[in-house]
């Protein structure tokens, strides 16, 4: 995965996760440093429409436009950001 | 919440999430230092069937036992613990 990728990618998760994935909003949780395969996990499961509850209808959306390519790459990035 | 209460109760979780919430494994995320209004709303929608993917195997037995009280402790413990 290329995290550099992922970065140029996260403008859109920026908005609610923070530039650096350190979320300042509490019902948005925080990606900096989280690993990357729950990352990419989740966001297929958002994506596949196995998360329906909470934030999913903000999420679903915008992980259908995401490849595979596109989710390794950003969850690659999220994790190379140091949490705060 | 009470953090203290939720460490009591975080044993099962320590399993796979580690005992401070900086899982090693990859699958599972980090809990350590994340928005405890996240962890609640993740922990619930396990419980109520609204995360079906991924580890929601594991997970919605786990969540499925637990009162709301139960969960804002152990989000409030997970919060509290540095992340590595």
């Not at 994935?21 to 429409?49: F, W």
């Not at 329906?52 to 903000?58: H, K, M, Q, V, Y």
């Amino acid at each position: 995965a290329d995290a550099a990728a992922g970065k140029a990618k996260s403008g859109v998760c920026a908005a609610c996760h923070g530039v650096d994935g350190n979320s300042m909003v509490p019902m948005y949780p925080k990606l900096a440093g989280q690993h990357p395969a729950y990352l990419e996990a989740a966001l297929k499961a958002y994506r596949d429409g196995q998360r329906t509850g909470g934030n999913a209808a903000i999420m679903a959306p915008m992980a259908k436009t995401l490849s595979d390519a596109d989710i390794a790459d950003l969850a690659a990035y999220f994790n190379s950001q140091a949490h705060k």
